[in-house]
């Protein structure tokens, strides 16, 4: 069955740390993958995003993440994280009409 | 222009009532759908509707009925609230199909149930 999988549940950085937040997907097929943002009281806003093409994505606020077929992930990257980027972090797999999510991961940035 | 936009954002109501939540989108999407997200952050989806059609149904208690009059309406009615109901509701949509794309979140309902 499809799964998505964030090992780290809470992560707590200093200001201008490097982040790296982990997912992996369980799926066979063709894969859409995304990271998706939820700031305190807010809803879910999309970060990135791989359909196809070159596996390094960048997406808004400085954030990227690598997809490696071979290792079925999709880490999140930053190389300096700031105290506005505290939020809870999503990974999503579609599979087709229907989206399954990670748990979250938690970060809390310390000035 | 709110994308998805849901109402009302916040419900406090007594257990046993009814209530309704609304949701509309004006992207143009064929998908939509209900996620209940927990206390712990958890998201989980409860329905999707195709173009007015049910296509997802996970296991969800009897009392939460979904209806969509339109593919840019996704109304959730929930019928004998518990405390267990208490969550955030969040509507989204997607293109659908083999043209999925990604997901466009309403603001959440924030249900409180005494």
């Known amino acids: 069955a499809q799964s998505v999988s964030q090992h780290n549940h809470h992560v707590i950085l200093s200001e201008a740390a490097s982040l790296e937040l982990g997912c992996n997907y369980s799926?066979?097929?063709?894969?859409?993958l995304f990271w998706y943002v939820q700031y305190p009281g807010q809803h879910l806003q999309l970060l990135l995003k791989y359909f196809s093409g070159d596996p390094l994505v960048k997406g808004i606020k400085g954030f990227e993440a690598e997809f490696i077929k071979s290792k079925f992930s999709f880490n999140l990257r930053k190389p300096s994280v700031q105290w506005s980027d505290t939020a809870e972090y999503f990974c999503?797999?579609?599979?087709?009409?229907?989206?399954?999510f990670g748990t979250g991961t938690s970060l809390t940035v310390i000035p | 222009d709110t994308a998805v936009s849901q109402t009302p954002k916040y419900l406090v109501t007594q257990m046993g009532n009814d209530k309704s939540i609304k949701c509309e989108q004006n992207l143009g999407h064929d998908t939509m759908y209900w996620y209940k997200q927990d206390s712990k952050k958890f998201l989980k989806i409860m329905f999707s509707y195709n173009n007015k059609e049910l296509i997802i149904n996970e296991t969800v208690p009897n009392r939460f009925s979904p209806k969509s009059p339109d593919k840019a309406h996704l109304n959730l009615h929930i019928n004998s609230l518990e405390l267990g109901d208490s969550a955030v509701y969040f509507c989204?949509?997607?293109?659908?199909?083999?043209?999925?794309?990604?997901?466009?979140f309403g603001e959440g309902s924030r249900l409180t149930v005494l």
């Open positions: 999503a797999l579609n599979t087709g009409n229907q989206f399954y």
């Open positions: 799926y066979g097929g063709t894969v859409n």
């Open positions: 989204a949509s997607s293109m659908g199909g083999a043209r999925t794309g990604e997901l466009f």
